[in-house]
């Protein structure tokens, strides 16, 4: 497995519009940096979001999200988002997203992505990505 599609980086600087009255990035906002980045990986993979409704009819949700917090982001600091494949099966992609500043790791997200329809039921990865992509993502865990 090359691995080439596994993992992806993405930077974005920190807007005043990101912050809090501090200049510290608001919680919540680690959410949409994370998710800027699952697009540009999607994007960097040929699938951009128009394309995967228009084409395929098909949307990815985030179905479970875990937040480990580490140190704050600031005003101006320039922040890499790294999103690394860590399985994918049926409908499910699991993805670990880590956030740093040159300095510091600020946060950690676990984060499982639902391929769905536009009425939201589940869709198989095979029927959207190619086999050949999918033969160098890792297989996810089964859950119950």
């Given at each position: 497995?090359?691995?080439?599609?596994?993992?992806?980086?993405a930077t974005?600087?920190?807007?005043?519009?990101?912050?809090?009255?501090?200049?510290?990035?608001?919680?919540?906002?680690?959410?949409?940096?994370?998710?800027?980045?699952?697009t540009?990986?999607?994007?960097?993979?040929?699938?951009?979001?128009?394309?995967?409704?228009?084409?395929?009819?098909?949307?990815?949700?985030?179905?479970?999200?875990?937040?480990?917090?580490?140190?704050?982001?600031?005003?101006?600091?320039?922040?890499?988002?790294?999103?690394?494949?860590?399985?994918?099966?049926?409908?499910?992609?699991?993805?670990?997203?880590?956030?740093?500043?040159?300095?510091?790791?600020?946060?950690?997200?676990?984060?499982?992505?639902?391929?769905?329809?536009?009425?939201?039921?589940?869709?198989?990865?095979?029927?959207?990505?190619?086999?050949?992509?999918?033969?160098?993502?890792?297989?996810?865990?089964?859950?119950?």
């Amino acid at each position: 497995m090359s691995g080439a599609h596994r993992k992806h980086s993405a930077t974005f600087r920190v807007y005043y519009e990101d912050t809090d009255a501090a200049g510290i990035v608001y919680h919540a906002n680690y959410l949409r940096f994370a998710e800027r980045a699952r697009t540009e990986m999607l994007r960097a993979w040929g699938f951009d979001h128009p394309t995967l409704e228009e084409r395929f009819g098909v949307h990815f949700a985030v179905r479970r999200c875990r937040i480990e917090f580490r140190s704050p982001a600031r005003l101006d600091d320039m922040l890499t988002v790294e999103s690394e494949v860590i399985g994918a099966y049926g409908a499910r992609l699991e993805l670990m997203q880590r956030i740093r500043t040159e300095a510091a790791a600020v946060a950690d997200l676990a984060i499982t992505l639902a391929l769905v329809d536009l009425r939201l039921r589940p869709v198989r990865l095979l029927r959207v990505l190619p086999g050949e992509l999918l033969a160098e993502l890792p297989p996810a865990p089964r859950r119950s």
